[in-house]
């Protein structure tokens, strides 16, 4: 939500640099994310698994890199939407599914600097929508998890966030997302 889909013109650049059938390629990314995520599987492993084959260490900068930049481009309805709260005075933090190299490459990114806490899923060895990655969130922030307000575009991941006791908010698009925003922040909330 705070970064665009992967543009096709990327995707296209990354199943060119596999060298594989575009489907096949898709299949092992998406299979084997969540464990790349959760920082289980070294960028070597993981690609090693996507291509089916063992992969050189040029071929690994090559898909790391390929893949960072597919999934920088944000979003700029959103962001603009960070920087009002910022300005209204409430703490931010991101909670990112991404892998210690994706998790770099976002970091590289000046808005993100803005946020008063990110975690990454990665680093953490979680990863949404597991239970546990909330609850640690809201730890390292030093707040009840009943002090959070969580937003994603994924419902499992807002399932994952009620059910540690958070607040949550599916995201569908930023205009929706400020009307969502807009009520959560002005309802009371429990005691």
Known sequence: MLSHAQPERERELLTQAAGIDPGRFWEGYWRHRLEFDRGA??????WSQVLGHPVSQAEVRRLVTLDVESWIHHNEDTVAILADLREAGHPLALLSNAPICIAEGIERLPWIQTLDARFYSGIMGLVKPDEEIYLRVAAELGVRPADVLFVDDRLVNVGGAESA????IHFRDAGTLRADLKMALTTPGPP
């Open 41 to 46: 599987l070294t960028p070597e492993d993981y």
């Open 165 to 168: 006791g958070m607040s949550a």
